[in-house]
Each structure stands twice: as C-alpha cells, then as structure tokens.
C-alpha cells in the first residue's frame, strides 16, 4: 500500500522555522507534481507550495519570500522550509504527488501539525 509520511510539524514561536518532510513507501515509477497543502480550523485546504518534474515552483502569494519547495527525486521526497513563520500560518499541513505506481494517482500525506505562538 502506497503511503505519504510527513514529518517535521510542531511548536514554533513566531518568526522561527521549520522544515516539513514528506517520503513515500514506495518507489515511484513517474513522480510528476508534488506539493504542500494546509487546512486550519473553519478554512478550506489551501495550496501552499507546488514543485514540478521540470522544478518549476508555485507558492501562494501568503508564503512567497518565506517558504521554499525542494524535491529528492532519488528519494520520492518533498521538502517544505518555513522561515520567519507567522501565527496565521498555523495549520494541518498536508503533501501531495501526483505518480504513477500502478497507475497514474493523487496521493496524499496524513497531515502534520504546525503551530506557531508565542
């Protein structure tokens, strides 16, 4: 079964960092999109950060300046740096890879938390 494990969310006080990483089980045959998505409580799941197989980079007008999007192909990871975190940033992130395992899928992470408070 293909699986998304983040890891790096937690606690952070305001204008801190955090670095967000999410790996695959498996390795994919293709990897075409990756991306970093967020939820907070009462909002819908935002686009955070987006990277393609070309490594063009997307991010939301919110993040620019202060997130950055890396891939490890090698690895079937994506990486998410968060610098000079703000409160409004807290949230559920969540990862995403557009691949193909068996077929072409939309996979999903199971979210990590990010907190940022003083």
């Known amino acids: 079964q293909v699986q998304l494990v983040e890891s790096g969310g937690g606690l952070v006080q305001p204008g801190g960092s955090l670095r967000l990483s999410c790996a695959a089980s498996?390795?994919?045959?293709?990897?075409?999109?990756m991306g970093w998505y967020r939820q907070a409580p009462g909002n819908q799941r935002e686009l955070v950060a987006s990277?393609?197989?070309?490594?063009?980079?997307d991010y939301a007008d919110s993040v620019k300046g202060r997130f950055t999007i890396d891939r490890d192909n090698a690895k079937n990871t994506v990486y998410l740096q968060m610098n000079s975190l703000k409160p409004e940033d807290t949230a559920v992130y969540y990862c995403?890879?557009?691949?193909?395992?068996?077929?072409?899928?939309?996979?999903w992470g199971q979210g990590t938390q990010v907190t940022v408070s003083s």
């Open positions: 498996v390795r994919f045959v293709l990897i075409d999109h």
């Open positions: 990277i393609t197989r070309s490594d063009r980079r």
């Open positions: 995403n890879m557009k691949a193909v395992y068996t077929d072409w899928r939309d996979y």
